[in-house]
């Protein structure tokens, strides 16, 4: 009668493990195509858009080197911002410049860094407006709805590199900016494809962290773990 029983109780523990690691197994495989769909839609959203006539063109902050010059991607965001914003002027329009990014007041920080840079380049300082205060993408995207807010302004391009504009856009939706467009930093398509591929898919589980509501909601293990996804982290 013992053995019965024991058989019978091991043949529901089997089928409880075999249906819970069925389930587990579906899961994972759902999750990694969610995470490829993901993936291959950041990569797609990396072409911009055609530009259009916006209130203020943002510049997404990044790496400020440690002689307080722009790193690489702070540099090609600042100067491929810049060029639109001549170009708009061109049209007869009368854009403004949002710097971003790196603690307030910050001389080093990436939004006056690249206020410097678009200055030597030839936007007039009054057209500039920093948005510092942002250690992330969503900070940067708080900040600077913030300064739009303060000046009645309702539309924006986003400059970035190509693979770090649909987050980008993401999070400017989240903060609140009624019309959005992108536009990218360099072409997508010079990029290496194993590249495209890491870039992707380090932006998609970007994504996904921050909708359970942004690193910052995890400080200081939050900007920890930013730190091992995206290198070392930018002022």
Same mark, same amino acid.
């Given at each position: 009668? *013992?053995?019965? *029983?024991? #058989?019978?109780?091991?043949?529901?523990?089997?089928?409880?493990?075999?249906?819970?690691? &069925?389930?587990?197994?579906?899961?994972?495989?759902?999750?990694?195509?969610?995470?490829?769909?993901?993936?291959?839609? @950041?990569? &797609?959203?990396?072409?911009?858009?055609?530009? *259009?006539?916006?209130?203020?063109?943002?510049?997404?902050?990044?790496?400020?080197?440690?002689?307080? %010059?722009?790193?690489?991607?702070?540099? =090609?965001?600042?100067?491929?911002?810049?060029?639109?914003?001549?170009?708009?002027?061109?049209?007869?329009?009368?854009?403004?410049? @949002?710097?971003?990014?790196?603690?307030?007041?910050?001389?080093? #920080?990436?939004?006056?860094?690249?206020?410097?840079?678009?200055? %030597?380049?030839?936007?007039?300082?009054? !057209? @500039?407006?920093?948005?510092?205060?942002?250690?992330?993408?969503? &900070?940067?995207?708080?900040?600077? =709805?913030?300064?739009?807010?303060?000046?009645?302004?309702?539309?924006?391009?986003?400059?970035? !590199?190509?693979?770090?504009?649909?987050?980008?856009?993401? !999070?400017?939706?989240?903060?609140?900016?009624?019309? @959005?467009?992108?536009?990218?930093?360099?072409?997508?398509?010079?990029?290496?494809?194993?590249?495209?591929?890491?870039? #992707?898919?380090?932006?998609?589980?970007?994504? =996904?962290?921050?909708?359970?509501?942004?690193?910052?909601?995890?400080?200081?293990? &939050?900007?920890?773990?930013?730190?091992?996804?995206?290198?070392?982290?930018?002022?």
């Amino acid at each position: 009668m *013992q053995k019965k *029983q024991l #058989s019978s109780r091991t043949k529901i523990i089997r089928r409880f493990v075999t249906a819970a690691l &069925g389930a587990g197994l579906l899961t994972g495989v759902c999750g990694l195509a969610l995470f490829a769909w993901l993936a291959w839609q @950041i990569d &797609g959203a990396g072409l911009g858009e055609p530009p *259009q006539q916006t209130d203020a063109i943002v510049v997404l902050g990044a790496l400020v080197r440690a002689d307080g %010059e722009p790193g690489r991607d702070l540099y =090609a965001r600042t100067r491929w911002a810049v060029n639109l914003f001549h170009e708009r002027v061109a049209l007869g329009e009368n854009p403004v410049l @949002i710097t971003t990014g790196g603690y307030t007041y910050d001389p080093l #920080s990436a939004a006056e860094v690249a206020r410097r840079k678009a200055v %030597e380049w030839g936007v007039p300082a009054e !057209h @500039i407006f920093l948005a510092d205060g942002g250690q992330t993408t969503g &900070g940067d995207a708080q900040a600077a =709805a913030a300064v739009m807010a303060t000046h009645g302004w309702r539309s924006a391009t986003l400059v970035s !590199h190509p693979l770090h504009l649909y987050r980008s856009r993401w !999070h400017f939706q989240r903060a609140g900016i009624p019309e @959005i467009h992108t536009y990218a930093a360099g072409d997508r398509a010079r990029l290496p494809s194993a590249a495209r591929v890491y870039l #992707s898919s380090r932006e998609a589980f970007g994504v =996904a962290w921050a909708a359970v509501d942004g690193w910052e909601r995890f400080a200081p293990l &939050g900007y920890f773990l930013e730190g091992l996804v995206y290198g070392r982290r930018r002022l």
